[in-house]
């Protein structure tokens, strides 16, 4: 694969960055107007962190495909994204299964993924659409799927749906970015992204990720 131009690698950033912004955005206003007490103040710290440090990981290395692994808990990198979403006024429906094993995993880089997702799911369905997360495991394989109550996909576009510059808004918003981002995640973690959806029945979107044992297949980095 060639490697990305510097341009390549700023227009990634810029969009990249934007999501954990908004995020900490959106925390600072809840924290102003809000009557906080020491939990709900302990979580918005947390969530701030988090988006400071995807902020600083995605400036120092804007590519998707190096990871920092460690064994992780899905589900709670999946909490963080539906928490922050909310903040930012995205109301989300999320299930797992009880019990599902850990990975081995980039925490950051798969946060970017489900963002992006979370976000075209949000932009697909507008402001009253359904937003729904949803985690499962089956033979060795933990499927993080989101939904969303739009439009749906055509069946030229599922095709190229997740190449660069490829937009899902009808009226050309968005870089064409974020889906490029979803699979580059994904793949660096030994596994794919996919999509179902049929036009006027929404879209859902999945990642599936190998479970901890099995060593994503990706360039890695310790820095």
Do not use: K, W, Y
């Amino acid at each position: 694969m060639t490697a990305p131009s510097d341009r390549e690698r700023i227009a990634l950033a810029v969009h990249e960055v934007r999501s954990p912004a908004a995020a900490l955005a959106a925390i600072v206003t809840a924290i102003r107007v809000g009557e906080l007490d020491e939990e709900s103040l302990r979580v918005l710290v947390e969530l701030s962190l988090a988006a400071c440090h995807s902020i600083d990981r995605i400036i120092g290395d804007a590519a998707p495909g190096e990871l920092r692994l460690e064994e992780l808990d899905v589900v709670e990198v999946a909490r963080d994204a539906v928490a922050g979403a909310a903040l930012a006024g995205t109301q989300i429906d999320m299930s797992f299964d009880p019990g599902l094993p850990l990975i081995v995993g980039d925490r950051v880089r798969l946060r970017q993924a489900l963002d992006n997702l979370i976000q075209n799911a949000r932009a697909a369905g507008g402001p009253r659409g359904d937003v729904v997360v949803r985690l499962r495991a089956t033979r060795g394989t933990l499927f993080v799927s989101v939904s969303d109550s739009g439009d749906g996909i055509s069946a030229d576009d599922l095709s190229r749906i997740f190449e660069p510059g490829v937009r899902l808004d009808a009226r050309g918003v968005g870089s064409g970015l974020g889906l490029a981002v979803v699979r580059s995640v994904a793949e660096a973690h030994g596994g794919t992204a996919a999509v179902e959806s049929s036009p006027g029945e929404g879209a859902t979107f999945t990642i599936a990720l190998p479970l901890a044992g099995s060593q994503p297949a990706a360039t890695t980095s310790s820095s």
